[in-house]
């Protein structure tokens, strides 16, 4: 089968039904979205494992569409998976997003010749194209380490983001190995059912409170009439959402309004610690251990057992705070009271072997379990895209463009692949913001384009060498002035063995990067992109 459309968007998530509505909606293209699996949602369609819930609070965390958001109601400020996936279903009946996706259809291959995209697909299907937009988000390549044996466990194993809708752990003995935000997530569910819980940790996850809330319909209502002024706020702030960052350096503060302002943030919740502790927490070690001892403190406060407390909240920090992504935890930290919960530091004693019936460490201790969790992550961003088969020009693979290093402009288009755009990608803030408040500005910023493209009558458009080299600049100056380099994370890349180490994200903000791209669209556009009429 074969078609021809004006632009292929790949996966049905945030992003490409953000494209989707831009595109289709507001331009009148002719567009599909191309997607792996069965129905729209993206992350929250693969995710389905224990517990899986978004740490962005509601309202913001949704689409700024107000049909969309005027007919829904949320029933958390911290929806779980399933509801995000009703929600999903609400978007698709509002905006039509199904009658134009193409599911169940994996891409293989995508190449720009002369004026157009060639898409193919794992079932055959060949797509023609103008526009390329993988919108295949930062997690959808997951990561599971090579571990001996793997394939003999005899129980139930699974990674999280393939992980069935339904396992029944009562009474039974189960592993989670990781504790990134995934493995908190399951660990707060399976710890209250199973009869014992090992919990397999390499580096403590340095999680603040989330502080859930259920909304009753007062508060919906509310929250409706507050809606648009929200997302107008998170607009402007350097996270995408509706609190602020703090406008003070750490030496702004005497060490008691230091204490205190700190001790507030961790006791308001959700990322405030993270965001608002003060302008330079990512930028000033001395600060970073001053805000690291508080969270230490307050958590340490909350473990029983000494030597749990030990592995869980050190008193030196295994990072600086905030250069690996916090999750948010309700009853994380309780959990390891009971005596059936146990943290097994897989940083002293790594995983060697998975056996028939469970996992050894390297202390030769055999932890026996009927259901093992993997959630040690993804290849972040990269993994995905430079696995899809998309090619330059010349042919030449994008994953082998980046074997040394990614480059784009803006995170958003590369040279060499015309008419192509990376939303929610690297180089970009993607995630050091609440997604879809992001998002929205990335696809606009994609619409704009379009529509100069076809007011300018210009045919192809990529970015010129220089801009690229530009961006890669600012990059790496801002790595080198951050801590985050200090912490092995899919951040960076240190994550996955082998990937090059480099700071992968933008951190200089919405408001700053939303300045860069307005110039590049706008007065700097000749030097930015290089057009073919
Ligand atoms: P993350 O955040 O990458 O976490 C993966 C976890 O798995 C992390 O604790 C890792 O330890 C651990 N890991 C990875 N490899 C191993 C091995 N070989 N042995 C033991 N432990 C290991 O992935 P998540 O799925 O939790 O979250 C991804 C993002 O999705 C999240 O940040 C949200 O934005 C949504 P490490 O910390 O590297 O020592």
Redesign the pocket.
């Known amino acids: 089968m074969e078609m021809e459309l004006d632009a292929v968007i790949v996966g049905a998530g945030f992003s490409g039904i953000y494209l989707l509505h831009r595109l289709r909606d507001q331009l009148n293209l002719n567009v599909k979205i191309i997607d792996a699996g069965s129905d729209v949602g993206g ?1 929250w369609h693969w995710n389905k494992y224990p517990g899986a819930r978004v ?1 962005c609070p509601a309202p913001v965390y949704s689409f700024n569409i107000e049909e969309v958001w005027k007919t829904w109601n949320w029933s958390e400020v911290y929806p779980a998976q399933q509801e995000l996936q009703a929600y999903f279903q609400h978007v698709d009946r509002t905006l039509s997003v199904s009658k134009d996706c193409i599911f169940n259809s994996r891409v293989v291959s995508a190449q720009f010749d002369a004026s157009k995209w060639t898409i193919k697909t794992d079932n055959g299907q060949t797509v023609l194209a103008k526009y390329f937009i993988p919108a295949v988000g ?2 959808s390549q997951q ?1 599971v ?1 090579s ?1 001996k044996g793997i394939d003999s466990f005899r129980g139930t194993i699974h990674h ?2 393939q992980w069935p809708e339904e396992v029944d752990v009562r009474g039974k003995r189960v592993a989670i ?8 997530q399951i660990v707060q569910e399976w710890a209250k059912e199973a009869s014992e819980t090992f919990v ?4 403590p ?1 340095l999680c603040l409170p989330m502080h859930q809330k259920k909304l009753d319909p007062i508060t919906q209502d509310k929250m409706r009439a507050e809606t648009a002024e929200l997302f107008s706020r998170c607009w402007e702030t350097a996270g995408g959402l509706p609190y602020e960052g703090s406008s003070k350096l750490f030496a702004d503060y005497s060490p008691e309004e230091c204490d205190k302002a700190l001790n507030q943030l961790y006791d308001e919740g959700g990322f405030r610690l993270w965001a608002g502790a003060y302008m330079d927490l990512l930028l000033n070690p001395e600060g970073n251990r001053v805000a690291y001892d508080v969270w230490a403190k307050r958590t340490r406060e909350r473990i029983n057992d000494p030597m749990k407390r030990d592995l869980l909240a050190p008193l030196n920090p295994p990072h600086p705070f905030g250069a ?2 916090p ?1 948010l935890e309700q009853d994380y930290f309780e959990q390891f009271n009971s005596p059936n919960v146990h943290v097994i530091d ?2 002293a004693h ?2 060697v072997e998975v056996t028939s019936c469970g996992i050894v460490t390297a202390d030769g201790n055999i932890h026996e379990v009927d259901v093992i969790a993997i ?4 290849d ?1 961003s990269t993994g995905s895209l430079g696995s899809m088969g998309i090619c330059d020009i010349d042919g030449v693979d994008l994953g082998k463009h980046w074997r040394k290093g990614v480059s784009t402009f803006l995170g958003l288009m590369v040279p060499g692949f015309p008419n192509m755009f990376l939303p929610y990608s690297v180089q970009a803030p993607t ?1 050091f913001t609440n997604g879809p408040v992001f998002i929205e500005f990335q696809a606009n910023f994609i619409r704009d384009m379009i529509k100069k493209m076809q007011s300018d009558g210009i045919q192809a458009v990529e970015p010129h060498s220089a801009a690229v080299q530009d961006w890669q600049a600012q990059m790496e100056t801002i790595s080198k002035m951050t801590l985050f380099s200090k912490a ?3 951040y960076t890349g ?2 996955i063995p082998g990937k090059p180490v480099e700071l992968l994200y933008y951190y200089g903000g919405i408001p700053r990067y939303r300045d860069a791209c307005g110039d590049a669209i706008g007065r700097k556009f000749q030097e930015s992109f290089s057009c073919h009429i």
């Open positions: 992350t740490d930062f997690a990561y380490p571990w999280s983001c190995i990781g504790t990134g935000s995934t493995g908190v397999f940790q390499r580096t996850n690996k992504r999750s897989t940083n790594p995983i959630a040690t992550g993804f972040a995630p092995k994370s899919w240190a994550n």
